[in-house]
């Protein structure tokens, strides 16, 4: 499975940038060295170093979660070109959900993040456009929600908290890979569309 081979090689290189900081880094996002000193490659590399052990865990579990849907999900849908539409479906969500926080801090040469956070989110929203109505539950909230109701709070919240943008986390980048994600889908296969609204219409009408 593709989401555990991605799991397995994001948790080492976090754990070896746990113990070595310059590895650290050298892979960290950080708008200015891409656009003061050509070091492109932190789009990508930022994806596989994470803060903490927690930062790590929360990803890796959120993308297992998730990410066995959408293989399964893919596999039905495309066929053989599955892996390939679902390495893209990730490579994507870490690159794009970058691509504004980029454009926002390329002169701020304090701006730094680290995570798989935007590539989880595109995963994680692919999965919802598929099968709006599959439960999501949390501890905190002790009744099943259903996946699309949960994705629109995700993207208010991500949208309201990246414009307040007071507490160091990449709502920006949450947000945009969510939409990545959405929309990457979308465009391999846009019948999907009329399918999420036929569910979301089925579910208004019971």
């Known amino acids: 499975m593709i989401t ?33 000193h050509r070091q ?14 927690v930062h790590l865990a929360v990803n890796m579990f959120v993308l297992f979660s998730f990410g066995k849907a959408v293989e399964h999900y893919y596999a039905v849908i495309f066929g053989l070109k ?14 794009f959900s970058s691509v ?9 040469q304090f701006y730094q993040a680290v995570g798989a956070s935007g590539a989880v ?11 709006p109505l599959s439960p999501i539950r949390f501890v905190f909230i002790p009744v099943d929600i259903p996946a699309f ?29 969510a939409l990545f994600g959405l929309i990457f889908t979308i465009l391999l296969k846009p019948a999907l569309i009329g399918s999420f609204i036929s569910q979301i219409a089925a579910f208004a009408g019971a």
């Open 40 to 53: 492109g490659y932190r789009f990508v590399t930022h994806g596989f170093v994470h803060a903490d052990w």
């Open 100 to 108: 504004p926080s980029f454009a926002k801090h390329k002169d701020n």
């Open 121 to 131: 989110a595109a995963v994680v929203f692919a999965a919802i456009l598929i099968n």
């Open 82 to 95: 599955a892996s390939y539409f679902f390495i893209l479906l990730y490579a994507g969500g870490i690159l």
């Open 149 to 177: 109701i949960f994705g629109a709070l995700y993207l208010g919240y991500s949208a309201y908290m990246a414009k307040k943008g007071n507490d160091n986390i990449g709502h920006d980048a949450h947000f945009w890979g």
């Open 4 to 36: 555990i081979v991605i799991i397995a090689v994001t948790s080492l290189v976090s754990l070896l940038a746990f113990n070595d900081p310059r590895l650290f880094g050298r892979f960290l996002f950080s708008p200015f060295m891409i656009n003061n």
